[in-house]
């Protein structure tokens, strides 16, 4: 008999899992002099240390930047404010993904998303524009645009013309997808750009980043609650699938946690199943992602300090001066004669006439160191 052989083709649609971003822009260097068009009309803001492009024209109009841009597999990420106004076809952005002209006004032939029609039914569409003019709707969203404000968006495209539209309402937001569309006419590009169309009470309310830069989850605070738990503190919210007991480890002696609990949804508190090591130690912190998982911490060491009791005759004052001549300040040589690190907040200093607190923040006096206490430091130093 015969083997029969029968080779099955399995068409599997073109998933959107492009990677790499087809054109970006943060503005960092608050320069476009690279872009062409009515550069005189835009300025920048910066917001969180985040720089933004800004219109800032004079009067009712049109303004519109291109800059040279060739890849069309990938996606585009971009930011845009219509700030506080209701778009319409008489105060609207179009964003031109792929053009053959550096002119958005002439006969071009690519793609743009509108953000802003007449009506109360606002969503980004995405056009085929041939020769200038819409010819075709690719995509149609779905996210409410109607009353202008922020928006993150992205548009992946791939090699066969898949489109797919997803859409964040703030600029750090969560983007969801909510539009696909097919459509591979053009399939080569030379220009990026926008246009904006706008009223004279309009014509400062656009605003435009063309590359999300959201600051990293980081460590705002690390501290010792008590001889065996850490406090932690970071700068956003976490995931809590990602704090795990094996991200925390204490060196020397590979410590990790042996629970943590978490108290809010920004800090955890770490609890050692026995006391910290004495002195100074490292606390290494890794794989910590923020609760949107769109950063991740860099791997941090935090060095922190467990002071130990001290016991009478631990400090003494080793050496003073009083009633110096000249300019000399007075001052009080502290010695940790033991072998452990102690903590001088709190202590106080005086003699007859007064008594003022050392420090009420922790001061640490290393073994058989010293601290020497003088209301003029600077002065102290440059004669000792
Ligand atoms: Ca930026
Ligand atoms: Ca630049
Ligand atoms: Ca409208």
């Known amino acids: 008999m015969r083997a029969l052989i029968i080779v099955i083709l399995v068409f599997i649609p073109s998933l959107i899992i492009a990677q790499s971003a087809n054109f970006q822009d ?23 240390g985040n720089v933004l492009l800004h219109q800032d024209a004079a009067s009712a109009g049109t303004s519109q930047l291109s800059i040279p841009s060739t890849n069309v597999v990938g ?9 506080g106004f209701n778009p319409s076809d008489g105060n609207k952005s179009e964003i031109y993904l792929m053009s053959d002209s550096a002119n ?48 993150r968006v992205r548009v992946d495209r791939d090699a066969s013309g898949n489109w797919a539209l997803s859409v964040a309402n703030s600029y750090s ?32 309310k656009f605003f435009f980043d063309f590359k999300i830069d959201i600051p990293p989850i980081q460590i705002a605070d690390a ?30 002696g590979n410590l990790n946690p042996t629970s943590i609990d978490q108290p809010s949804g920004s800090s955890v508190e ?35 300090f467990r002071f130990e009791e001290y016991q009478t005759g631990d400090i003494i004052i080793n050496e003073f001066l009083k009633d110096p001549p000249g300019a000399l300040e007075e001052y009080v040589e502290l010695k940790n004669t033991s072998s452990r690190l102690l903590n001088l907040k709190d202590w ?7 008594l003022s607190t050392i420090s009420d923040q922790d001061l640490a006096i290393f073994p058989d160191s010293f601290v020497v206490i003088s209301s003029d430091t600077a002065a102290l130093k440059s004669v000792y």
């Open 223 to 252: 501290s010792l609650l008590n001889a065996s738990t850490i406090n932690v503190t970071f700068s956003k919210d976490y995931d809590p699938a990602t704090i795990q007991n094996s991200n925390f480890t204490i060196t020397p």
């Open 270 to 304: 770490l609890v050692f199943g026995s006391n910290l090591p004495s002195g100074s130690f490292d606390l290494d912190i890794t794989s910590i992602e923020d609760s949107n998982n769109q950063t991740t911490l860099a791997d941090t060491t935090i060095t922190l």
């Open 173 to 204: 937001g969560v983007i969801v997808e909510e539009a696909t569309g097919t459509d591979n006419t053009y399939s080569s590009t030379s220009f990026f750009g926008f246009k904006n169309t706008y009223t004279a009470t309009r014509a400062g």
């Open 104 to 151: 958005f006004d002439q006969a071009i032939d690519g793609y743009m998303l509108q953000a802003g029609e007449d009506g109360s039914g606002d969503v980004f569409r995405l056009f085929r524009i041939s020769d200038g003019a819409k010819d075709g709707e690719v995509l149609t969203g779905t996210t409410d645009i109607s009353g202008g404000g922020d928006f």
């Open 26 to 48: 943060d503005f960092t260097d608050q320069d476009i002099s690279d872009w062409t068009g009515d550069n005189a009309d835009f300025t920048f803001i910066t917001e969180s």
């Open 348 to 354: 106080k200093l005086g003699d007859n006439g007064s």
């Open 75 to 83: 996606f585009w990420e971009f930011f845009i404010r219509l700030d």
